[in-house]
C-alpha cells in the first residue's frame, strides 16, 4: 500500500468508526424519548412499599450507643430500620413516635412495639423521608418494652 492509499484508508476507517458512534447515540435517543426513566418515587397512596415498616431511629437524650440499641431491637421485631443516629437536641423527656407517611396504623404499631402511649404519636408528614416511622428515644428509654 502506498503512503496516500494508507492514508485514505485510515480517513474511511475514523468516517465509518464515527458514523456508527453516531447511529448508536441516535438510537440511543430514540430510545429515551419512546421508553423515558421511571422516577424511584413511592406512589402518593398510603401504602407500603413492602410490608415491613421502615423506621429511623434517633437518641434523643444523648445515652451512647442507645440508638444503636433499639435498631438492634427494632430488627429483631421485624421492623427495617433505615437509618439510626442522633437527634438534633439531647433534651428529650418522653420517647416519641413521629408518623412521616401518613399511614398512622404503622405509626401506632412502632409505638406498640416498643411501648409508647399513642399520645405520643405526633403527624409530621413530607416527601422527603422514604420512611414509614421516625423514633426519637427520649430519657425514658428505660421504660419502653424490650
Same mark, same amino acid.
Not at 47 to 68: K, R
Given at each position: 500500500?502506498?503512503?496516500?492509499? +494508507? @492514508?485514505?484508508?485510515?480517513?474511511?476507517?475514523?468516517?465509518?468508526?464515527?458514523?456508527?458512534?453516531?447511529?448508536?447515540?441516535?438510537?440511543?435517543?430514540?430510545?429515551? !424519548?419512546?421508553?423515558?426513566?421511571?422516577?424511584?418515587? =413511592? @406512589?402518593?397512596? $398510603?401504602?407500603?412499599?413492602? #410490608?415491613?415498616?421502615?423506621?429511623?431511629?434517633?437518641? *434523643?437524650?444523648?445515652?451512647?450507643?442507645?440508638?444503636?440499641?433499639?435498631? +438492634? =431491637?427494632?430488627?429483631?421485631? *421485624?421492623? #427495617?430500620?433505615?437509618? +439510626?443516629?442522633?437527634?438534633?437536641?439531647? #433534651? !428529650? /423527656?418522653? /420517647?416519641?413516635?413521629?408518623?412521616? @407517611?401518613?399511614? +398512622?396504623?404503622?405509626?401506632?404499631?412502632?409505638?406498640?412495639?416498643?411501648?409508647?402511649?399513642? /399520645? =405520643?404519636?405526633?403527624?409530621?408528614?413530607?416527601?422527603?423521608?422514604?420512611? &414509614?416511622? /421516625? !423514633?426519637?428515644? *427520649? $430519657? &425514658?428509654?428505660?421504660?419502653?418494652?424490650?
Amino acid at each position: 500500500m502506498t503512503e496516500k492509499q +494508507s @492514508s485514505n484508508f485510515l480517513l474511511h476507517s475514523a468516517l465509518g468508526f464515527l458514523s456508527i458512534l453516531l447511529l448508536v447515540l441516535l438510537a440511543a435517543l430514540f430510545t429515551r !424519548i419512546i421508553y423515558p426513566r421511571v422516577l424511584a418515587e =413511592r @406512589s402518593e397512596v $398510603s401504602v407500603l412499599v413492602s #410490608d415491613v415498616i421502615q423506621v429511623e431511629v434517633l437518641n *434523643g437524650c444523648g445515652v451512647p450507643g442507645l440508638a444503636t440499641k433499639f435498631t +438492634s =431491637r427494632l430488627r429483631q421485631n *421485624g421492623f #427495617d430500620v433505615v437509618q +439510626s443516629g442522633n437527634f438534633e437536641t439531647f #433534651d !428529650i /423527656t418522653e /420517647t416519641i413516635v413521629i408518623d412521616r @407517611s401518613g399511614n +398512622s396504623e404503622n405509626a401506632k404499631r412502632v409505638a406498640r412495639a416498643l411501648g409508647v402511649p399513642e /399520645t =405520643r404519636i405526633q403527624r409530621e408528614i413530607s416527601s422527603d423521608f422514604y420512611l &414509614d416511622a /421516625t !423514633i426519637v428515644i *427520649g $430519657s &425514658d428509654y428505660e421504660n419502653l418494652q424490650p
